[in-house]
């Protein structure tokens, strides 16, 4: 029988009429607030407002603490990007180790990796490291704003590996304004490097940022890049993530990740979990980040 996993963290309401999350189940966290250098193309920032402030490694513990008495599973550390592509976590070493030892899932989005970084991250004990991997340097300079090319990337999850820590990349599929520039190196970067699961998300036009008239990249480019994920990894869990444009793409979308033999889908639409009942699936719900898949 087949298995896949429905992944619904709390950060976000889901109630499919079979199953529903609790709110507190698993919490993103800037530690920058809602600060970033960067101010990518696709996001401005905004992204960071959605998630809970820990500017402070003190303010973090203190977080964490309170997160896991209201039952909190899981966490996912995140914050605004510096100019050089990194998160700044330098800082909050102590703090991460101190929230794994709760008893918390720790996902940490640590922007580019080196490897001095890696090696603090995995004396930190976190559970998975999030790491955006593009493989077009226009793409990085006009999108993501850094002097920086894919093989900066690619050497992000060599030391994530080289440290002992298990990494989670994401693609993000049309990135580039919905062109589909580099999203096949990004995936060359896995088959080379490996990685512990994949997570392939689609570009979510926000308002109020330079993206937001763009059309997301056709289906049957989607469905292209789903299957050459498939074929080229194919001892790799990989899921669909929780970034996708909504309503009727998002369901298609949905259903091609399923016909391309993914493992995880994050927050399933009802049609979608109806369809994968249909075939005889074994399903699993889960209410943690997509990127602790395994």
């Known amino acids: 029988m087949t298995n896949i996993a429905f992944y619904a963290p709390g950060v976000r309401h889901y109630d499919n009429g079979l199953y529903q999350n609790s709110a507190n189940s698993f919490v993103n966290i800037s530690i920058t607030g809602s600060e970033c250098q960067c101010r990518c193309e696709h996001c401005q920032g905004q992204l960071l407002n959605s998630m809970l402030s820990a500017t402070e490694p003190e303010l973090l513990v203190e977080l964490a603490a ?3 008495r209201r039952d909190c599973r899981g966490v996912l550390i995140s914050g605004g990007a510096c ?6 976590l330098m800082r909050f070493a102590g703090a991460l180790k101190e929230v794994a030892s709760m008893g918390l899932s720790v996902v940490v989005h640590p922007g580019l990796l080196t490897d001095d970084m890696a090696k603090i991250l995995a004396h930190s004990d976190v559970t998975r490291v999030a790491l955006d991997l593009i493989g077009d340097s226009a793409t990085i300079r006009e999108v993501y704003h850094l002097a920086r090319i894919p093989e900066d990337y690619k050497n992000s999850l060599r030391a994530a590996h080289l440290a002992g820590l298990k990494a989670s990349p994401h693609i993000v599929i049309g990135l580039h304004y919905g062109e589909i520039r ?7 970067m896995v088959a080379a490097e490996g990685a512990e699961s ?5 570009l979510n036009p926000l308002r109020s940022t330079p993206m937001r008239d763009v059309v997301p990249p056709a289906v049957e480019s989607v469905a292209k890049i789903f299957n050459t994920a498939r074929e080229l990894l194919p001892d790799i869990p990989i899921a669909l993530g929780c970034a996708r444009p909504p309503g009727t793409y998002a369901r298609t979308v949905e259903r091609l990740a399923v016909e391309a033999g993914f493992n995880a889908i994050a927050y399933p639409a009802r049609e979608t979990v109806d369809y994968v009942h249909s075939l005889g699936y074994n399903v699993t719900y889960q209410e943690t980040c997509c990127g602790l898949l395994t």
């Open 66 to 68: 309170d997160l896991r």
């Open 83 to 88: 100019k050089d592509g990194s998160v700044p």
């Open 182 to 188: 580099g999203e096949y190196e990004a995936l060359n």
């Open 198 to 202: 994949l997570v392939l998300v689609l």
